[in-house]
């Protein structure tokens, strides 16, 4: 099973940027579409963006949409989630997990998360 390690969360003023990372080991990485999620507290756990395998198709909500940005290295078997112009809404745990497509996620992958944290 592929183990996910998310990273560079923090704490930050609203309009500021923030970049995560996922490592992924254990697996065949560019087998997989992958997918960054939140969960705000109280809330459930929400898509907030997803790339294919081979990074040609993106897709964001409609709240990140034109202010997070999704990417993935194959080589480094990492995927990232650029986040510009943060709002207090976008505080958050942020994991990443492995998908079928970047609309089908069967797989229980997820990592420990990373939170972040935007103030006003």
């Known amino acids: 099973q592929v183990k996910l390690v998310e990273s560079g969360g923090g704490l930050v003023q609203a309009g500021e940027s923030l970049t995560l990372s996922c490592v992924a080991s254990g697996g065949i990485f560019d087998a997989y579409a992958m997918g960054w999620f939140r969960q705000a507290p109280g809330l459930g756990r929400e898509l907030v963006a997803a790339i294919s395998q081979r990074g040609g198709v993106t897709k964001y909500s409609d709240s990140t949409k034109g202010r997070f940005t999704i990417s993935r290295d194959n080589d480094k078997n990492t995927v990232y989630l650029r986040m510009e112009n943060l709002k207090p809404e976008d505080t958050a745990v942020y994991y990443c997990?492995?998908?079928?497509?970047?609309?089908?996620?069967?797989?229980?992958?997820w990592g420990q998360g990373t939170q972040v944290t935007v103030t006003t």
């Open positions: 997990n492995t998908g079928a497509t970047t609309a089908y996620w069967p797989f229980d992958s």
